[in-house]
């Protein structure tokens, strides 16, 4: 049965429990506290249990992210009732390559005994701006561009304008896109970052995440119309400039989407040997 998680105290209950009645568990899921606490606030993630170990859901509008705590030798035929619901199941994988011999490959192929997948494969990418260097570079570029996109980070007002720019070219199954009332408060925190043309429409935007000293980039989206003129250029030497509390940034890019990836290396990041996949279970699908 799938029940609401009620706190972050129920959820790490529900975890501990898990370990102490069953050995060798495999796991995806590495929330965050404040995150739990806000997916609970919102009364969107779920749990279920059975034999083999305890699953969570967070739903989004177009899917639910699937984490686990499992054992893949539990003999048991219980199914999950996950399984049934109608949105599809999106379950990320993170490793470090190369894993043809790492605990990821059987776990990958676990699940696609029970009906995932594979759907995508992002690399991670970073930049270290703690080198006054590196950081001083990312200003320069910055300066000598920002004036042509009057580049500013958004208010609540814009929250509308922002959710349609990323809708338009962002996979929703693939990315984790928040809803209006979640933006709204993201932009007053001032963590979205737009450029806009000459009546003030914006026409790019990103999203930085701030974890500690390190910031996880995300969302970089610049309008049909207004590619190929700098701006996602502009966009990420503004989020390095408009800022000191950083030492690193990071970011993950799809492994087929070569524009991006260019981009990102012109900008000095590295790719760090992570590899995220991405396994999706859909019962449209299996129809």
Not at 149 to 156: E, G, I, L, T
């Amino acid at each position: 049965m799938i029940n609401e998680v009620q706190d972050l105290a129920h959820f790490s209950n529900l975890v501990k429990q898990t370990k102490a009645r069953i050995k060798s568990l495999k796991t995806n899921c590495y929330l965050f506290p404040q995150e739990i606490t806000k997916y609970c606030e919102q009364h969107r993630l779920f749990f279920e249990e059975n034999v083999q170990g305890l699953l969570f859901l967070r739903e989004r509008p177009e899917c639910y992210s699937f984490y686990f705590y499992l054992s893949l030798n539990q003999e048991g035929n219980e199914p999950f009732e996950a399984f049934s619901l109608t949105k599809p199941l999106v379950l990320d994988l993170t490793f470090t390559e190369p894993d043809t011999l790492s605990p990821i490959a059987e776990i990958r192929h676990f699940w696609q005994t029970k009906g995932f997948s594979f759907y995508k494969r992002y690399q991670q990418m970073s930049q270290n701006i703690a080198d006054p260097e590196r950081k001083l570079k990312a200003c320069q570029r910055f300066e000598k561009q920002k004036d042509r996109f009057n580049v500013k980070f958004s208010q609540a007002a814009d929250a509308p304008r922002i959710l349609e720019l990323w809708k338009s070219s962002l996979d929703e199954l693939s990315t984790a896109l928040p809803e209006l009332d979640e933006l709204e408060l993201i932009l007053n925190a001032h963590q979205v970052l737009a450029c806009h043309d000459n009546s003030g429409q914006i026409i790019a935007a990103l999203q930085i995440f701030p974890y500690g000293k390190i910031a996880a980039i995300d969302h970089v989206v610049v309008d049909r119309a207004y590619r190929n003129l700098g701006l996602g250029t502009v966009l990420l030497n503004g989020a390095i400039a408009l800022q000191n509390e950083f030492q690193k940034f990071v970011l993950w890019v799809d492994v087929n989407n070569f524009p991006a990836k260019t981009l990102y290396e012109k900008q000095d990041y590295l790719l760090t040997g992570k590899i995220s996949d991405q396994l999706l279970y859909s019962k449209q699908r299996e129809q």
